[in-house]
């Protein structure tokens, strides 16, 4: 059975090793991130602080079924390739879920909608995407839909942020969220369409984890001190 | 007045409390949060759900408010979360 390029080892150029600490210090930020966040989100039951936190649950969740899925074809540990589409399918599943929670966290305000109708939203779009692509295998659709949420993010959270009374301009944090959708999207690009930048794979790998840490660093200051 | 939000409201609630030494009485509680009657028993509803207060008697047999620890932590914390909510633009 040929392996379908996501999981192709000539074509992935990286080794297991470097796949595995990419994702392993991505996974760690991220559970890091969720754990810092966990107080702040008990006593408040704020929507914006929970999303947040979900965003990166999901990332988390994304990188290690990536990381299981390339590594564990690469070095041939297990045989995946009667389980493939389901690895793919869980991969996309919870990686637009995770776009999904962080465009949430920027606009939930301005929705009329409960906390309960966000959550079927999101997993009913995550899950109608996810489906579509490993069903048709349609990985432009993958694709699409989180270039189609980064805009939505990128074009929302500007005009909320000018229509708001309380204050103008951004923090710092929204330029680390733009960089990191933009690498978002092109890493989901390298994931599907591994011929896309085989080359430069490292470089993107580099730049994402430092945005993922840039972002772990925020967090502990942001919270830091009260323990 | 500029329009407080749920966190900020939570604050000044506990703030009232923890200023009467941890034990009010609620129609004082309901003047100082500048809250109507309606709005004043939702908050404090939500604050004995989330346990950051109690309902305690005096010694004069009196019923009075006072905060738990969650209700301190609350406070304790309330900068940093205030911070993080707009930091990160939530």
Known sequence: ?227 | MRKRDRLEVIHDMLKVIADHNNAIKPTPLLRYSNLSSQRFAEYFGELLAKEFVTEEQDKKGRKVIALTDRGYRYLQRYDTIRGFIDDFNL
């Open chain 1, 1 to 227: 059975m040929e392996l379908p390029p996501q999981f192709d080892p000539v074509l992935l150029k990286v080794t297991p090793l470097i796949e595995a600490e990419y994702a392993a210090v991505v996974i760690l930020a991220c559970v890091l991130i969720f754990w810092r966040t966990r107080e702040l989100s008990q006593l408040t039951g704020h929507r914006g602080i929970q999303y947040f936190r979900y965003t990166f649950l999901f990332f988390a969740f994304s990188y290690f079924f990536r990381f299981f899925g390339i590594v564990n074809q690469i070095g041939r540990y297990v045989d995946l390739r009667p389980h493939l589409n389901l690895v793919t399918f869980a991969i996309i599943y919870v990686s637009s879920a995770a776009v999904l929670y962080l465009l949430f966290s920027l606009i939930w305000k301005k929705l009329r909608t409960s906390r309960t109708q966000d959550t079927w939203i999101i997993h009913g779009t995550a899950l109608a995407i996810a489906t579509v692509s490993v069903v048709f295998r349609y990985t432009e659709l993958f694709i699409l839909s989180q270039i189609l949420i980064l805009l939505s993010a990128a074009v929302l959270s500007v005009y909320l942020r000018y229509t708001s009374k309380k204050k103008k301009g951004f923090s710092q944090f929204y330029y680390i969220y733009i960089l990191l959708f933009v690498f978002w999207i092109v890493n989901t690009i390298g994931f599907a369409v591994p011929r896309f930048f085989p080359d430069i794979k490292l470089i993107v790998y580099a730049v994402s984890t430092t945005l993922f840490l840039i972002i772990l660093y925020g967090v502990l200051n942001k919270t830091g001190g009260g323990k």
